[in-house]
């Protein structure tokens, strides 16, 4: 008999359609099947199979053998850049689904029964599009700024031939607007006075990251002065079902380390901004205003539930 303490209780958040919602990964069965996982798979007291969470290899390894098992999908990335949970990011995916259903906000879409989707910050795991093309068939333009993360990006979706026409990568410049808007500014900050308009957000709790000594100086305004989020990156004429986002959630990389108990890498550049997720959040409330007729849907995780309130001010 299992006891009270070992019980396993399914988060209340997860989503009924995910695949993970009444069977967690089977780490016996997934060491059965792939010899380098099994190198990361060991017994803990209450015989259970475990892996050290706080190995970046081995959660790498956890989500690289969960696409392919699970997903069929080819996958991996650069030691120490952020390194998804596949349950936890199928959970958004499913929540836009669930959206896209609704008739919150109607559905214009002229491509017939072809979503198209936005990842904003799509990482070099590139987890959405990958995620949103295999379970759905969704088609996603993933856009990033670093050189890293454009790279691994288009070495995953390469690697997935059956899914990769369905994915595009854009590269962010600060000045490749081609939707001149006098105050986008390309990649100065601007004063965010504009409320949400037809946006959705979805609420999420950040991954915990590890400690890091890296730091930036934080910005006392909390204004986003990066490059262009989503004004200058959505071309002319472009429609989208929806936007998502996972975004940079902190200012610095020691507000980053709060949980030494896992590894799931995270570079600076993937895990901090200026300002934060709020400042970045900010940003694709004021770009959604403009480009309100591009998309039908505004969405982004949220790391902290406090951040909400004045998201939604
Ligand atoms: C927290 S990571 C998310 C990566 C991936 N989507 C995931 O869920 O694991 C945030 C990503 O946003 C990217 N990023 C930061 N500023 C950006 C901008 N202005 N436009 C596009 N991507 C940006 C970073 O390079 C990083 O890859």
Same mark, same amino acid.
């Given at each position: 008999m299992v006891s009270k303490k070992n019980k396993r209780k399914r988060p209340d958040?997860?989503?009924? #359609?995910? +695949?993970?919602?009444?069977?967690?990964?089977d780490f016996a069965l997934l060491a059965s099947l792939y010899t380098s996982f099994k190198a990361f798979v060991f017994n803990s007291r209450d015989g259970r199979p475990r892996i050290d969470w706080t190995n970046f290899n081995s959660t790498r390894e956890l989500t690289r053998v969960l696409l392919l098992h699970d997903h069929g999908l080819n996958w991996w990335i650069r030691n120490g850049q952020l390194c998804p949970t596949v349950p936890n990011r199928s959970k958004y995916i499913h929540w836009i689904e669930d959206l896209l259903s609704s008739d919150i906000i109607p559905n214009n879409n002229s491509n017939g029964d072809i979503v198209r989707g936005f990842d904003k910050g799509?990482?070099?795991? &590139?987890?959405y599009p990958l995620l949103g093309a295999s379970l759905l068939g969704w088609t996603f333009v993933g856009s990033d700024v670093t050189d890293v993360a454009l790279e691994w990006a288009e070495r995953n979706v390469k690697s997935n031939q059956h899914i990769s026409e369905l994915i595009e990568i854009r590269k962010v410049t600060n000045c490749q607007g081609?939707?001149?808007?006098?105050?986008? #500014? &390309?990649?100065e900050s601007v004063d965010g006075k504009s409320k949400m308009d037809g946006s959705g957000s979805v609420v999420e709790e950040a991954e915990p990251l590890p400690l890091s000594s890296f730091d930036l100086p934080s910005d006392?305004? $909390? $204004?986003y002065s990066g490059p262009p989020v989503l004004l200058g990156v959505v071309r002319d004429g472009e429609k989208f079902d929806f936007c998502m986002c996972n975004p940079p /959630? /902190?200012?610095t990389m020691e507000e980053a380390g709060?949980?030494? +108990?896992?590894? /799931?890498g995270g570079t600076p550049e993937e895990?901090? &901004?200026?300002?934060g997720e709020k400042a970045f959040i900010t940003r694709i409330i004021e770009d959604s205003v403009v480009l309100k007729e591009s998309f039908r849907w505004f969405t982004s995780m949220l790391?902290? #539930?406090?951040?909400l309130k004045f998201l939604t001010s």
């Open positions: 958040t997860i989503h009924p #359609k995910n +695949k993970y919602s009444d069977n967690p990964p799509t990482g070099a795991n &590139c987890i081609t939707l001149s808007i006098e105050d986008s #500014k &390309c990649g006392a305004n $909390k $204004k /959630f /902190f200012e709060l949980n030494p +108990k896992t590894s /799931f895990m901090v &901004c200026p300002g790391g902290r #539930k406090t951040n």
